[in-house]
């Protein structure tokens, strides 16, 4: 059977009571022992995860799968799935224990809900908050990024960009299931939800579309550091190279004179009186032109 982890009951704001159950993830079967009788095996296997689909509509009650991330730090994250049924006055929620959102929105709702069903609305707005932050949270550690690969220190830079590209990843994926169940329960709610649910559904469709497209921006955002920061990457080896080439050709004059007077066999210059003098004097006079055609060609400033 599956773990109780919380159960409340909770006075509504125009009279009457409605029932939060918090249930621990467990597999279909366990679900159905503590489940109403009424929910159709293929939607205990939406709220076990053992199906791919993330919403079902029913005419009294919806099904819905949900995910909750969070970084309690700066190294780790955590991908929490959520599931919900609300039925009869009644909001079963399937999460671990470590799910914030759905503590925050008992501690809500035990302060006046409007409604039966208005305890699902209070955890998807608590939800829908959470991605707002990490999203700005993803946004704030995006510009760092960028603020490095022009100005800041490279060292570590690859993996900053890694944990932010996973962090909006984890992200992405959280609203754009999300997304996809709006896109649903927008068009096929319960009948006896109401215009008003109807109404609060469209409004929290429209803030997980929004959030999508911050989401996605961010993403690109990203991609182009990315791109940057390789273009970075590729004019510092270029200016090394140039550097590394421009030594070398420094020094080519001369190891070309030391190579020629340097034969072992008989050369005129060798009885000069001022041979060695004069061996120095073209090694100069050649690396001189050469400064002053790489000048000229702009090779060097």
């Given at each position: 059977?599956?773990?109780?982890?919380?159960?409340?009951?909770?006075?509504?704001?125009?009279?009457?009571?409605?029932?939060?159950?918090?249930?621990?993830?467990?597999?279909?079967?366990?679900?159905?022992?503590?489940?109403?009788?009424?929910?159709a095996p293929r939607d205990l296997r939406v709220l076990s995860g053992e199906s791919r689909a993330q919403v079902r509509v029913c005419a009294d009650y919806a099904v819905v799968r949900a995910t909750e991330v969070e970084m309690p730090d700066r190294r780790?994250?955590?991908?929490?799935?959520?599931?919900?049924?609300?039925?009869d006055g009644t909001l079963y929620v399937i999460a671990p224990k470590e799910a914030q959102s759905?503590?925050?929105?008992?501690?809500?709702?035990?302060?006046?809900?409007?409604?039966?069903?208005?305890?699902f609305f209070l955890l998807w707005d608590d939800l829908v908050e959470r991605f707002h932050e990490q999203s700005e949270a993803a946004v704030a550690a995006a510009e760092k990024v960028s603020e490095r690969v022009l100005i800041g220190p490279k060292r570590g830079l690859s993996h900053a960009t890694y944990r932010v590209r996973r962090h909006t990843f984890l992200i992405r994926l959280a609203v754009a299931r999300a997304h996809a169940a709006f896109a649903?329960?927008?068009?096929?709610?319960p009948e006896q939800w109401g215009e008003e649910a109807s109404a609060r559904l469209q409004e929290l469709r429209e803030r997980i579309t929004a959030l999508l497209d911050e989401v996605e921006s961010v993403r690109e955002a990203l991609g182009e550091t990315v791109e940057a920061y390789s273009s970075v990457?590729?004019?510092?080896?270029?200016?090394?190279m140039q550097v590394l080439t421009i030594v070398s050709l420094l020094f080519l004059p001369p190891t070309l004179v030391a190579s020629i007077y340097g034969?072992?066999?008989?050369?005129?210059?060798?009885?000069?009186?001022?041979?060695?003098?004069?061996?120095?004097?073209?090694?100069?006079?050649?690396t001189a032109a050469f400064l002053v055609w790489a000048r000229l060609r702009r090779l060097i400033r």
């Open positions: 059977m599956s773990a109780l982890l919380a159960e409340r009951e909770v006075k509504l704001q125009g009279g009457g009571t409605a029932r939060v159950v918090w249930l621990a993830p467990a597999h279909a079967e366990q679900l159905a022992e503590v489940l109403p009788s009424k929910v780790e994250q955590r991908f929490l799935p959520l599931s919900m049924l609300a039925l759905v503590q925050r929105m008992i501690a809500r709702a035990e302060e006046g809900a409007r409604g039966s069903f208005d305890l649903v329960l927008a068009t096929e709610r990457q590729a004019n510092d080896m270029n200016q090394v034969m072992n066999f008989h050369i005129p210059e060798y009885a000069w009186p001022h041979g060695y003098a004069y061996a120095l004097a073209l090694m100069f006079v050649l």
